[in-house]
């Protein structure tokens, strides 16, 4: 993620801070200083912040845990003003694994509320979870810091907590497709009540908004493409015909490859076989610093992910993803057959939507972005990164 900086590491997960959360700390400690310019009050508001994107992080740890339980990794944690995110691999198909990944950050803020809101209780009475003032009542305030944060988590906003834990329920009578569908519209309309209160009352809203309604969009690409490629091989959507290069050929036999034919991907062949893959990046990469007359072997990839051409598409595409390659290459006994790329595969569904007398889908970009992952807000939202082919909205998973 750019813009980031990691600070911690917990479980084997990266946790990083996005640049823009480090703009709010200081401008929650300009703000205070505005109205009181002490500097032990400003110090305390600058601490109650920091504790409740502490408490985020242990939402989004609760998350990216579980899913571990069902073998999905967590690449990151990032925090945002607006909440957390993990980044996670993938969403499991399985509605039950969904279920139990997007409800176990909000069940965390309930056990911390009630086990906080217990010590308060032992230690000062009922009377002490009343909070006159936040900053000057840390104990007190993170009870309902986190009361706050379950409930906003629940709400069906999908694709945060709550709005997953409703397609996994719509899931197991509607099948993927329609209970994404239902919920990504229960989702937009919570958008505009979000949207709607956002204008009146915090602005923080409105981004929120924005991330339900164009998160929820592109699960909803994601579903249909998914659903789209299950029951294909990656033969049915591989790059078969491609011009080789010997393995001595300069870059500019590569660049003419790409720009009369519009080949974006050049296999370099030696006398031992493939000996590497020059991909359209490589090419330009490679222009940049030694023009026409380099060598393309030197900026060629001596290693991409293989599959074999009867491979389950839904599969290779996934691999895609986890792996962030521009390509796979498609083999059988050791022979090279072709490629499949993010574009073989989005011009393969085109041409199976037209089939079906539907508008052809959003076509698949180039992004690295493909794969899935897991994100949640935390002081607001909480939602999951799913991996969508999407242009306009990289896919994300937020929990
Ligand atoms: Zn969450």
Redesign the pocket.
Known sequence: MKWSLQVARLAGIPIRVHASFLLLLAWVAYAHYRRDPDLRGVGLAVLFLCLVFAVVVL??LS?ALTARAYGIRTREITLWPIGGISHLERMPEQPAQEFWIAVA??LLNVALALLLGALVVATRGAEGLVVADFEHDLLASLVWVNAALAVF?LLPAFPM?GGRILRALLSMALGRVAATQVAAGVGRAMAILFALIGLAVNPFLLLIALFVWLGGSAEVSHAELRAALSGHPVAHAMTRALATLPADAPLGQAARLLVHRGQRIVPLLGPAGLEGVLCERDLLRGLARGGLEAPAKQFARRRLPAVSPRTPLLEAFELLGRRRAPCLLVEEEGRLLGVLTREGIGHFVSVLSALRGEPPPLELGNQDALGGGHE??GPSP??AEGAGPDRRAPPVTR?
Request: aromatic fraction near 8%.
């Open positions: 939402h989004e998350h950050g909000p988590n907590d949640g807000f909480a939602s929990l």
